[in-house]
């Protein structure tokens, strides 16, 4: 029996998030994109904040963004979209120092809430989140380039933190750990769900690039890219996806009239049974009120083009099947 599981971008629920929440029901922040969530049988996201009412906000370098979200609300509401997976492996699960982290940890486990990236200890951030979905078993890593402060340590809480650089000692040795803490759950399904890059770019470097290709060949099944606030191109390697960047997925974010960072993706990726990739389908989506909905036509409209005109270089050409775009993954 074929599964269906979501890879969806920054889902950022702090600041004016967490305030409309505290006064709509808990699944407004999913919008009309709710029953798509409900309908797949797993789902893993980039979770962009801290789950905590606890906690100042980092001063020890200059940051000038803090997300927090009252897990009050945000726990449920994870729970009722049906989130399997949350990788914290990105630049702001410090913003409220380690106590805020810390009390992340706890909810999502509490919540059975699998999670990877980030921990007490940087033994800890290297530990993969393992799920079953659909009787597929998933293997995630997550790893970050972003805000070199919050790599953890032997003994201090924080990232699993890298240089995107595949000729980089370090960067080698780190993912080959990470990958073999992953392998040694015998997944179906290996996942590498990383943080990387700037704001606002639309395309991915030629480092970045060498980098998801390296991580397929070293085993992966799935690169899982976000970071960027937009959405970038898609690459199969070796019969692999490389999800460059899967944009933003719910946040209070201003929003650039060109790049259009309010607009994105429910990336779905149907597997057979033992984890064989076989379909990969983006349903267009789109932000507004600090919550996410099902894109509007010429919002689904627009994304499409762009996807198609950020994937073409890789040589990614797709399928219209009613909004959505698809990409047969099969042999």
Partial sequence: MASRIGFIGDVMLGRVVDDRQRHRPVDAVWGTAFEDLRELDGLVINLECVLSTRGRQWRRTHRPFHFRADPDWAVPALERAGVDVCALANNHVLDYEAVALRDTLNHLDEAEIARTGAGETLDEALEPAVVSIGGVRIAVIALTDNTPEYAAEDSSAGT????????????????????????????????????????MVEEPPASFREFGRWLVEAGVDVVHGHSAHVFQGVEVHEGRPILYDTGDFVDDYAVDPELRNDRSFLFVLRTSDDGELLKLRLQPTEIDDCAVHEASPDAADWSRERMRELSAPFGTVF??????????LED
């Fill in 160 to 199: 699993a933190w890298i240089e995107i650089d595949r000729e980089n000692p370090e960067t080698r040795r780190r993912v080959r750990d990470a990958l073999e803490r992953a392998r040694g759950a015998d997944p179906d399904l290996l996942v590498a769900s990383l943080h990387w890059g700037p704001n």
């Fill in 319 to 328: 399928e219209r099947d009613g909004p959505a775009l698809v990409l047969s």
